[in-house]
């Protein structure tokens, strides 16, 4: 069983898609080889910055031979029929077989597929692979027409047993598969050839390249927490950061500096953010203070001047950048200082937000008088809600921000406490972006929440009042992310809106009805990610009190649950069926049965039952929605099923007493009419 | 295709920015590039330089390495700010079809202009490159030398709106940035311009200061933004209009496609949204409508190059 070794070298493919190479190459490859019949005991991928590998153990030298039997027309078919089978098959007459079929006697084929060397299915499925990677974007090069995710340079692939290696024959391109690869860029520049696996990633490291990328996070990890521990600091975790850098180093060597003193001073965020965006240095923290006081930066090579140079060139970019970010902070609090936030943010009625919705200082004031409105109903002080509103933006007009816009927000919160701004205030400068993905914190402080809602909602209704609503893929103004954060803010807090009324203060040119609708389907896609049915959410959307979103998801997950109960599956199917008997009879009938069924005229037990069973359901339902308890609504409801399938087991609907049927009918009417004052029961599938 | 390898040792460091530029030229040269000179209009990068945006379309080979002098109005900072300029130099080479070895070749020049690459941490950092005024899109790198930018690396793949075929490598030099690095300089009207020993000492300041100074204020509050309008419109109405004529001229009774006058027109529009843009009158969303008109430009003559012989346009076709 020989071993397959595959190395795809390029130019340097960017560390964000290594991942996914990784797990496509060899999904791709040993599924092509698994489908054309040759079985595999190992797999096992691995990338550095400018190669694939794919290594696999114990592949079976060849596919299976297979035979397989084709019954062919009936002998007396017209000789077209047997010419045609001919040619598919391949055969001539005298290699067919006359045998007897359940209709008289047939021609059948008996035809061989032999099995094929590995070499050659290997050399199909890797071309295939190489040929239709999905790379998230990938690039022609020189005058070729093959795209790869950066210029492929060469394909190293061999199969490995006892007697040695061979060369898998293939031409990608003009790309000759071959036994050779190269080691590090610049440690050790050159080609060398590979026997199989082991030789390959023992030759790799005397060439200075870790293959695999655990390894060298392993090894930056560990380097750059001793060298903190040293120093008795320790490195801030960075998952994110550590993949990336395992991506982008072939033989990691990491280096620790100083931030000079001059830039302790600074935000501990200003520090990272400035450290990890430009320059992917991990922070290095002093776990007495909390303070950032230093850098690891992970050079790709060993140095004669073990890293000096490299680290002396990194802290002078360092230096360069928190000169910058020094700079801005300290003219920033000079502004704060002598015009508050409110003064920084002056320069904002210049700033166009939109041609059609005015500048961010109109926008501000729009807020501000939203949030006074929604204060009360969050639970927030409305002055203090103003307050916070009309400077939130102000950091906008920040250098830091100018040259951070990440930072927005967070420099605000920062520069309201320098000026001695409430507590509540510098929360919402930092929190009322929030929550911006569908995995951000949602905030709770009261002040917070009054802000972020009004920002989103008068984005929102803003652009729906001059009809710049998101279609397709395109959402240019993130409405999408807007309303999701709406509806986050609002269930997370389980805060009671009625959206409608709320679209309109804030923008009476706003059409309400299909902001809501909106919101609904944001709401569809947010529910559904929390697994509940887009038909359950459908159930309940019908019902009124649909722009109370709190009220609805409280309904939808209280249906969900129900519906996932055996009761609830059964009361759902005796629903219809007593549904459509109404229906059906109202249509022919031409009336409305919907009420005066009397319990005097049943005439089974089972009947008489329902009527009881319906009486106590309503009791219990109509407090328990006036309550807002749906899960004792949808309870009530549940004891509805067992009486229900009786009532149709035993009782058949049309009698020849017409009163009889009459009062049936309008007992079914019962049915639907309680039923549907809990949810639209209409509306869920199956 | 391959072009000779680079030697692997390293040269004396250069001690003026001028000798940096002389070294580049040098190396690009003696790699067979055509060393062509600036662009005589306004432009914001090296790219806009026909050499690099007309010459990348079309089936023709190319290979030219230009120093470009390029101007961001926004970034005018009264000369002022120890990095950025208002009007700074890019150094461009632009290869069709990419050689198989450009990254050598790439890698060969820092040699060449005094980086060590045995002492210092050289990386290609993932950089999506896009043109949304040029139509144009590439894939490639940011290029670090210990932990600072140093290069954009580029294969392009579409420019106006046309599949490069074959494929360009553009490598884009910040020429003050990185001399700066290289002469240990900390602030760019610090650097050395030409020789520090020379007679008449010139230091980067002593040439731009002022110029700076004049263009920050130009550029933020003294530009016409009426005339710079009526002028955006002007070159607009201008490059359509010579797109508009038949090929065949009737004074030389040869087809002459006037693709690069065209151009230039485009080149006027981009620089006076630029100039615009500086001085504050375009919002955010006549931003991406202005774009859209330069863009469409671009594209016209992209369009109008390729019926022309150096865009591969042939009598017989």
């Not at chain 2, 004529?245 to 151009?263: C, E, H, L, T």
Request: proline share 5%; glycine share 8%; net charge negative.
């Amino acid at each position: 069983m020989p071993d397959l070794l595959i190395e795809l070298f390029s130019e340097e493919i960017p560390a964000r898609m290594q991942g996914m190479a990784r797990d496509t190459l060899r999904k791709m490859v040993t599924d092509g080889l698994v489908e054309a019949g040759l079985t595999y005991a190992h797999a096992q991928a691995f990338s550095t910055p400018r190669r694939l590998v794919l290594a696999l153990e114990g592949l079976s030298a060849e596919s299976p031979t297979l035979t397989e039997e084709r019954k062919g027309p009936a002998t007396t078919a017209p000789e077209k029929a047997l010419e045609g089978f001919l040619r598919s098959t391949g055969l001539s007459r005298d290699q067919l077989e006359v045998r007897d079929d359940k209709k008289g006697q047939a021609y059948f084929a008996t035809i061989t597929r032999p099995g094929r060397k590995a070499p050659e299915i290997i050399a199909e499925v890797l071309e295939k692979t190489i040929r239709t990677f999905p790379w998230p974007k990938s690039m022609r090069w020189g005058s070729g027409s093959l795209k790869w995710v950066r210029p492929l340079h060469s394909i190293l692939c061999i199969l490995t047993d006892e007697a040695g290696h061979t060369v898998v024959p293939l031409d990608v391109d003009g790309i000759v598969a071959g036994d050779t690869t190269e080691g590090h860029r610049f440690m050790a520049p050159g080609r060398f050839a590979v026997t199989g696996f082991d030789d390959y990633a023992a030759r790799l490291k005397a060439a200075k390249v870790v293959l695999d990328s655990a390894e060298r996070e392993e090894i930056i990890w560990n380097g750059a927490t001793t060298l903190a521990f040293a120093r008795g600091l320790e490195i801030v975790e960075d998952r994110g950061l550590l993949t990336e850098l395992g991506g982008l180093v072939e033989w990691p060597v990491p280096l620790m500096g100083e931030i000079a003193g001059e830039f302790l001073g600074l935000p501990p965020e200003v520090l990272r953010t400035s450290m990890k965006e430009h320059q992917k240095f991990f922070s290095v923290k002093n776990p007495k203070t909390g303070r950032i006081e230093g850098f690891v930066t992970v050079a790709n090579r060993e140095t004669a001047d073990n890293g000096e140079t490299i680290l002396k060139g990194n802290l002078k970019v360092l230096s360069a950048r928190l000169s910058d970010a020094k700079f801005f902070w300290e003219h920033d609090l000079r502004v704060v200082k002598s015009e508050g936030l409110l003064g920084m943010g002056a320069g904002l009625s210049h700033v166009t937000f939109h041609n059609k919705l005015g500048s961010q200082a109109a926008r501000i004031e729009r807020i501000a008088a939203l949030a006074q409105v929604l204060a009360p109903l969050v639970g927030a002080a409305p002055d203090l809600a103003v307050q916070a509103a009309r400077v939130v933006k102000s950091d906008l007009r920040s250098a830091m921000v100018g040259e951070f816009p990440e930072l927005q927000g967070l420099m605000g919160s920062y520069y309201a406490r320098a000026e001695g701004l409430p507590e509540a205030v510098a929360d919402a400068c930092k929190g009322h972006y929030s929550p911006l993905g569908p995995s951000d914190d949602v905030p709770d402080q009261p002040v917070t929440v009054a802000v972020a809602l009004a920002d989103k909602i008068d984005t929102l209704t803003g652009f729906w009042a001059i009809d710049e609503k998101p279609t397709g893929s395109k959402d240019p103004f993130a409405l999408r992310r807007a309303a999701l954060g709406v509806i986050r803010l609002v269930l997370t807090n389980g805060l009671r809106l009625k959206l409608g009324e709320v679209f309109a203060k804030a923008n009476p040119a706003t059409d309400a009805a299909d902001l809501l609708s909106f919101f609904h389907d944001r709401l569809k896609v947010y529910l559904k990610d929390q697994n509940i049915r887009h038909d359950v959410i459908d159930a309940v959307l019908a019902m009124p009190g649909a722009d109370d979103l709190a009220l609805v998801a409280r309904r939808a997950e209280a249906l969900s649950a129900f519906l996932a109960t055996e009761d609830g599956g059964n009361l759902i199917q005796g629903f219809k069926r007593a549904n459509n008997i109404l229906t059906q009879a109202e249509a022919r009938d031409g009336v409305e049965y919907s009420y005066g069924a009397d319990p005097k005229f049943a005439e089974a037990a089972e009947e008489a039952a329902l009527f009881a069973a319906l009486d106590a359901a309503d009791a219990a339902i109509a407090p328990a929605m006036a309550a807002e308890d749906f899960p004792a609504a949808m309870g009530a409801m549940a004891a509805l099923r067992a009486p229900i399938d009786a009532f149709f087991t035993a009782v058949q609907i049309n009698s020849d007493n017409q009163l009889v049927r009459r009062n049936r009918l309008n007992l079914l009417s019962r049915i639907r009419q309680i039923c549907l004052g809990v949810a639209d029961l209409n509306r869920i599938d199956g | 295709m391959s072009i000779t390898a680079p030697s692997t040792a390293a040269s004396a460091a250069p001690r003026s920015f001028q000798e940096i530029i002389l070294r580049l030229m040098t190396y690009w040269s003696s790699k067979g590039c055509a060393v062509l000179q600036p662009y005589d209009m306004e432009v914001g990068a090296g790219t806009f330089h026909p050499a690099t945006t007309l010459r990348s379309l079309g089936p023709t080979p190319w290979a030219a390495a230009y120093v470009q002098p390029s101007r961001r109005p926004t970034d005018g900072r009264y000369g002022e700010n120890p990095n950025r300029l208002q009007h700074y130099y890019q150094y461009q080479v632009l290869i069709k079809p990419s050689p198989s070895n450009l990254q050598e070749l790439y890698l060969g020049s820092l040699d060449a202009i005094g980086i060590d690459t045995s002492l210092h941490d050289i990386r290609f950092v993932e950089d999506d490159w896009e043109s949304p005024t040029l139509g144009a899109w590439g894939l490639g790198w940011e290029v670090w030398c210990d932990g600072m930018e140093v290069s954009q690396f580029t294969y392009f793949q579409q420019v106006g709106g046309h599949d490069c075929h074959p494929v360009s490598g553009e490598l884009t030099y910040g020429l003050e940035r990185l001399a700066m690095y290289i002469l240990g300089v900390d602030h760019v009207m610090n650097m050395p311009y030409n020789d520090p020993d020379a007679p008449i000492h010139l230091s980067y300041g002593d040439v731009f200061r002022q110029s700076e100074e004049q263009y920050s204020r130009y550029n933020f509050d003294g530009a016409d933004t009426a005339m710079l309008l009526r002028h955006f419109e002007d070159a607009e109405a201008e490059c359509d209009r010579l797109l508009g004529f038949a090929p065949d001229d009737p004074n030389s009774g040869k087809r002459i496609v006037m693709a690069q006058p065209a151009y230039d027109q485009c080149i006027k529009a981009s620089h006076i949204f630029n100039l615009l843009d500086a001085r504050g009158v375009i919002s955010v969303t006549e931003r991406q409508a202005y774009i859209g008109r330069v863009r469409a430009l671009a594209k016209k003559c992209a369009d109008a190059f390729v019926l022309t012989e150096a865009g591969g346009w042939t009598p017989a076709a």
